[in-house]
């Protein structure tokens, strides 16, 4: 998943406690092997190598499920949430402090657009050669999810799964007290922006703090616009509960690609909570902030 995961469980012996976190484990990398771009082998990349072949590609139960999650979240983000917006990478490079020219964005920006998709489940077809998609925007949070119903189902009630800050409880403590869950300050990474405590659902962030560089002082971050191929300028994070993992995933997504005003509106209208840090670091949300660590 490219980044540090863990996860704790509470269960009556460890034997039981480390059977089940072995069963997630291996949960989480086979969609780790099964949805990375980075394989050869993996579905992501029989689907982009299908690229502009006819008939295209007919794809298992759990991608087609996938493929409308990625359709609903377009429709929904009036066509901000894109997973064929990855090819960006290609003139956006974070680590060489290079700003691409516009010319090089535009040259990329015909092969992105999730509405010149064809997909009539089971079958997908990316209709240009050299168009692709990019499960990496929302699968750590749905094998979030997975795991964490992977324990539950096992009969763990308490116990929560990190995939890299995006977190899906299983359960509180034993003693019914929430988790107290630290939300990363975008621009001091030492310390938490805010504790938050919960007792199921999942929280996930997004920001320009993860990957971006700064050119004479301005800076720019990955969250990229598939529409104008430039990154976001808004919010500094934004950070979303909601029962799954996988939808406050895409929702704090969402709203740091709509902007501040607009994003947040957005999650306002559909009732879930937040927290958020704007670009002159004032912090603001519905959702319910704690004390720090004692």
């Given at each position: 998943m490219g980044s540090p995961c863990e996860l704790r469980l509470?269960?009556?012996?460890?034997?039981?406690?480390?059977?089940?976190?072995?069963?997630?484990?291996?949960?989480?990398?086979?969609?780790?092997?099964?949805?990375s771009r980075y394989r050869d082998d993996?579905?992501?990349?029989?689907?982009?190598?299908?690229?502009?072949?006819?008939?295209?590609?007919?794809?298992?139960?759990?991608?087609?499920?996938?493929?409308?999650?990625a359709q609903v979240g377009y429709e929904q983000s009036d066509g901000l949430f894109d997973i064929t917006s990855g090819i960006l990478r290609k003139v956006w490079d974070f680590r060489s402090s290079r700003i691409p020219t516009?010319?090089?964005?535009?040259?990329?920006?015909?092969?992105?657009?999730?509405?010149?998709?064809?997909?009539?489940a089971p079958y997908l077809h990316l209709p240009f050669v050299g168009m692709e998609i990019d499960f990496g925007g929302y699968v750590k949070e749905y094998a979030a999810d997975v795991a964490a119903n992977i324990?539950?189902?096992?009969?763990?009630?308490?116990?929560?799964?990190?995939?890299?800050?995006?977190?899906?409880?299983?359960?509180?403590?034993?003693?019914?007290?929430?988790?107290?869950?630290?939300?990363?300050?975008p621009r001091n990474p030492n310390l938490p922006m805010s504790y938050v405590l919960l007792s199921s659902g999942g929280l996930a962030s997004s920001g320009d703090y993860e990957r971006f560089m700064l050119v004479d002082g301005v800076r720019y971050a990955h969250i990229l616009n598939p529409k104008t191929g430039w990154p976001v300028k808004s919010l500094a994070s934004a950070s979303v509960y909601a029962e799954q993992c996988v939808v406050a995933g895409t929702s704090s997504t969402i709203a740091m690609l709509k902007g501040e005003d607009k994003g947040v509106q957005w999650l306002e209208d559909l009732g879930l909570p937040y927290i958020c840090m704007n670009q002159e670091q004032e912090i603001y949300g519905t959702l319910k902030r704690v004390e720090g660590l004692e």
């Open positions: 509470y269960a009556n012996r460890e034997q039981n406690a480390q059977q089940v976190a072995n069963e997630a484990i291996a949960e989480i990398n086979r969609l780790e092997k099964k949805y993996s579905v992501t990349t029989a689907i982009n190598v299908s690229a502009g072949k006819k008939p295209g590609l007919e794809v298992d139960n759990e991608t087609a499920r996938l493929l409308d999650y516009q010319f090089e964005i535009e040259a990329v920006l015909p092969l992105i657009g999730w509405c010149h998709v064809e997909w009539v324990c539950s189902q096992a009969g763990i009630a308490g116990g929560m799964v990190n995939l890299g800050g995006d977190i899906c409880i299983i359960g509180p403590h034993p003693d019914g007290n929430g988790w107290k869950v630290g939300i990363r300050h």
